[in-house]
Structure formats: structure tokens, C-alpha cells
């Protein structure tokens, strides 16, 4: 059984950095692209980041790009976000998501990222 598990979430003042991490288990981690992808109150689901099956390769959106960095770590099946000055607009739930194909570097498409987690909430507020 595949299973994402989410944490690191919180509260956090603008300016502020989180820690996001996910556990990945039930399948081969390491050949499979995984990224993050975020969904705001009343918006649609928004592609934030991507990282391919090895760790060497690494994207960004826009808006996030310059203060989040994806990483993973093969042996310990984990993902992880570092999330750098936070602002009120990055507040939303944030879900690891594992891309449909195998042997395949991801995409900026959510709808091509067949399994998600429950997801952990980040809150930028004063």
C-alpha cells in the first residue's frame, strides 16, 4: 500500500521559515519524481515544486522560487521542503504528491501526480 505522510506544518510570522517533510513507503521510492504541490482557501491545487527520481534535478514555480528548496533522501524514502521567507500568500495546505510514471523526471502538472498525502497545513499570519 502506498503511503504519504505529511508533517512540519504550522504558524509562522511573514519572514519565517518551515520544514516540511514526508514519509514515503509501499513502493520503490528512489526511481520515482516526486513534488509538492499546495492548495490555498477557495483556490485550485497549484504546483509548487518537483524533483526527479535521483535528487539531481530540481523546479520551481514562480512564486516560490528563490525561497523553497525541494530535496530528498533516497535511504531514509523521505522529501522534504525548506521554506525560506514566508509570506501571507504561501498560506495553504501542502501535499507530497508522487508522479504517475516511473523512470520519468515529473512535471509542472498537479493532475500528472497520481498519488497524494493527506497534506499539513502552513499558516503565515502577525
Known amino acids: 500500500e502506498v503511503q504519504l505522510v505529511e508533517s512540519g506544518g504550522g504558524l509562522v510570522q511573514p519572514g519565517g521559515s518551515l520544514r516540511l517533510s514526508c514519509a514515503a513507503s509501499?513502493?520503490?521510492?528512489?526511481?520515482?519524481?516526486m513534488g509538492w504541490v499546495r492548495q490555498a482557501p477557495g483556490k485550485g491545487r497549484e504546483w509548487v515544486s518537483g524533483?526527479?527520481?535521483?535528487?539531481?534535478?530540481?523546479s520551481y514555480a514562480d512564486s516560490v522560487k528563490g525561497r523553497f528548496t525541494i530535496s530528498r533522501d533516497n535511504a531514509k524514502n523521505s522529501l522534504y521542503l525548506q521554506m525560506n521567507s514566508l509570506q501571507p500568500e504561501d498560506t495553504a495546505v501542502y501535499y507530497c504528491a508522487k508522479y504517475f510514471r516511473a523512470y520519468d523526471s515529473g512535471s509542472n502538472d498537479p493532475r500528472e501526480y497520481g498519488t497524494w498525502g493527506r497534506g499539513t497545513q502552513v499558516t503565515v499570519s502577525s
Open positions: 524533483i526527479n527520481s535521483g535528487g539531481s534535478s530540481t
Open positions: 509501499g513502493f520503490t521510492f528512489s526511481i520515482w519524481a
